[in-house]
């Protein structure tokens, strides 16, 4: 076991007693009154930094359909495991900031997935429960809520132009991790599956990062980023996570292809990070 994993379990046992000498909620909360919704997760949810223009994260745009009682905090990384992402303290690092009454969206499985890296590998029905299960619990030892979202899909798609799911048994482990522990659970793989299915195999091009120079089916541009956030937003809402006073614009006709929903995109300065 490694010494951030090691630190991220003792941390997670000390925080019931920690919390008994906590403040009261009410003092806990941000000072503006708002809650944060944190991301934890991989490339396809991360912010990203403009040399990756224009893949897109779809916590990017998730934003977009929260009210400004919702703030966003975003700590989804490239490439990254739910062991990896524990593993370099980046749970820990949520686990500092997180508070009482905020939300915690957990959504990895693209580099569980990758056998042949002992450091991001997790199998579906043992080591990745298991590492869902320290996102879990750590937020629900702050007083804060898990959330757990299956990935999204990959664009892929057969002979006959069916759509084909690529995340193996892990969006079922998780689906059982949630039932087992009483956890909301956003079925992004499912729904993510049925948008590509509907719009079909040359449409979908457009959703995905396809440039003059790649053609990658696994991470979205603007469009497919937006339409992704509108899932996750449109089943925060009937999960009953959030409210219907905290998420908007799901009843509105929004273009994912217009360049004004683009425009409200932001890349950061520089140079993608390892």
């Given at each position: ?11 997670l ?26 991301i ?17 994260g ?24 739910s062991k990896?992402f ?5 749970l ?21 997935e ?9 199998e579906?029905?043992?080591?990745y429960q ?5 996102y ?64 079909g ?56 292809l ?17």
């Amino acid at each position: 076991m490694s010494t951030t994993r090691r630190a991220t379990l003792a941390a997670l046992a000390g925080l019931p007693l920690a919390a008994s000498f906590a403040p009261p909620a009410a003092a806990r909360t941000a000072k503006d009154g708002r809650r944060t919704l944190f991301i934890a997760g991989d490339s396809t949810a991360a912010q990203k930094y403009a040399d990756a223009e224009p893949e897109t994260g779809w916590g990017m745009a998730l934003p977009f359909f929260l009210a400004p009682s919702v703030k966003v905090a975003n700590h989804a990384v490239n490439g990254r495991s739910s062991k990896s992402f524990v593993d370099e303290g980046r749970l820990s690092a949520i686990l500092t900031e997180i508070r009482r009454g905020d939300l915690l969206l957990i959504q990895f499985a693209h580099n569980d997935e990758k056998s042949a890296d002992p450091a991001r590998y997790t199998e579906p029905w043992s080591t990745y429960q298991e590492h869902l299960k320290l996102y879990v619990d750590g937020a629900r030892a702050k007083g804060a809520r898990p959330v757990l979202a299956t990935a999204v899909e990959r664009r892929k798609f057969d002979a006959d132009g069916t759509a084909l799911p690529t995340h193996g048994d892990y969006p079922a482990a998780m689906r059982a991790l949630a039932r087992q522990e009483g956890v909301a659970l956003l079925d992004i793989q499912a729904l993510s599956l049925a948008l590509w299915q509907r719009l079909g195999v040359e449409e979908t091009k457009v959703y995905f990062n396809w440039t003059a120079t790649e053609q990658d089916n696994t991470h979205a541009n603007p469009p497919g980023a937006i339409a992704v956030a509108r899932l996750v937003a449109t089943e925060l809402l009937r999960r009953r996570v959030l409210p219907a006073r905290d998420v908007r614009r799901l009843g509105e006709e929004i273009d994912e292809l217009s360049e004004v929903w683009r425009s409200r995109l932001t890349w950061l300065p520089g140079t993608t990070p390892a």
